[in-house]
């Protein structure tokens, strides 16, 4: 198993950046689907991107164009790539992690990170 731990949140501007990392212990990284989910005040928590073994990857519609979600293996990290942020998109954000399955569900994720505040400023 593995076991996410977020880092790099802050508060930035409208129109800024952020990167976030994840760490994941654990030696079978390399076969887990890795995502990116968010939680704003008062509402439940939504995938934001997701990335599987292969490299491929999906994006939430109200991310895409500005996020990019990358991994590397090698160093059991991930990374998202915020630009051109927006007052909409300040939340909470959880890395999480499902073994060989990738799928879009909160739900079906098994492992999480305590997350990482994102605050953008208007």
């Known amino acids: 198993q593995v076991q996410p731990v977020e880092s790099g949140g802050g508060s930035v501007q409208a129109g800024g950046s952020l990167r976030l990392s994840c760490g994941a212990s654990?030696?079978?990284?390399?076969?887990?689907?890795m995502g990116w989910f968010r939680q704003a005040p008062g509402k439940g928590r939504e995938g934001v991107a997701r990335?599987?073994?292969?490299?491929?990857?999906t994006y939430a519609d109200s991310v895409k164009g500005r996020f990019t979600i990358s991994r590397d293996n090698a160093k059991h990290t991930l990374i998202l790539q915020m630009n051109s942020l927006k007052p909409e998109d300040t939340a909470t954000y959880y890395c999480?992690?499902?073994?060989?399955?990738?799928?879009?569900?909160?739900?079906?994720?098994?492992?999480w990170g305590r997350g990482t505040q994102v605050t953008v400023s208007s």
């Open positions: 999480a992690a499902r073994r060989f399955y990738c799928p879009s569900l909160v739900s079906d994720y098994y492992y």
């Open positions: 654990g030696h079978t990284f390399n076969t887990y689907c």
């Open positions: 990335v599987d073994s292969d490299g491929n990857t």
